[in-house]
């Protein structure tokens, strides 16, 4: 039982360089969502997809884009990575309606040089 | 937007205590969970308590709704407690948008 995976677990990358970030999940969730997580900080939300075919802005979605590629997986890509997208970067799928915990991958620890 | 305010920030205790971590938050919720981030940065699901009480084994949490806050309790803290204590909201807007609190960062010594 996978839950939610995410790849790859470390990247580092060079400014301007880009880069997709895989998740995908096997308990037939509905939503889907990916964070980002600062040095001393709490999530904050990039975007979400609250079911397959329609995704929506979170808090923090400028230099990223995402595709919600079927029910299973949602990829946040960066076009030209910057120094500001070092993070940790969580993906975490809930099933539908608002009463539903959500489920979080073990994250993507990004380095922009 | 709603705000999520944890305290305290930062707390340290010897094995075997006892404490109290709070959530407040700004406005009416649909969606409440705590969640632990371990030394390894893997947040694991706590409760999921919009309201009400709940407990699991050393931990327990109360939500009030109405006075809008939310309390995570751990009895006889192990080291194994350490990390991070998120809590986590939705708000009634109708969107699935969750807000993050800033954390409390536990630490028990042996």
């Known amino acids: 039982n996978a839950g939610v995976t995410q790849t790859p677990k470390f990247q580092v990358l060079k400014t301007g360089q880009s880069m997709t970030l895989q998740c995908a999940q096997d308990?037939?969730?509905?939503?889907m969502y990916w964070y980002r997580q600062d040095p001393g900080m709490g999530l904050r939300l990039i975007y979400y997809?609250?079911?397959?075919?329609?995704?929506d802005k979170g808090e923090v979605p400028n230099g990223y884009n995402v595709s919600r590629l079927n029910k299973r997986e949602f990829s946040l890509r960066l076009e030209s990575a910057a120094p500001s997208q070092t993070s940790v970067y969580f993906c975490?799928?809930?099933?539908?309606?608002?009463?539903?915990?959500?489920?979080f991958g073990d994250g993507t620890r990004l380095s922009i040089l | 937007g709603i705000q999520v305010e944890q305290s305290p920030p930062d707390l340290i205790l010897q094995e075997g205590a006892n404490s109290t971590l709070r959530c407040n938050f700004s406005?009416?919720?649909?969606?409440l969970q705590w969640f632990h981030q371990n030394p390894w940065g893997q947040l694991i699901n706590l409760f999921y308590?919009?309201?009400g009480t709940k407990q699991n084994g050393r931990l327990s949490a109360t939500t009030v709704a109405t006075e809008r806050y939310s309390l995570l309790y751990i009895s006889s803290s192990q080291t194994t407690d350490s990390g991070v204590y998120f809590c986590?909201?939705?708000?009634?807007?109708?969107?699935?948008?969750?807000?993050f609190g800033t954390g409390t960062r536990l630490k028990v010594l042996a």
């Open positions: 975490a799928s809930k099933t539908q309606g608002p009463h539903q915990p959500q489920h």
């Open positions: 308990m037939n969730h509905n939503s």
């Open positions: 997809s609250a079911s397959e075919g329609t995704t």
């Open positions: 406005d009416s919720v649909n969606n």
């Open positions: 308590i919009p309201s």
């Open positions: 986590a909201v939705v708000g009634t807007s109708g969107t699935y948008k969750y807000i």
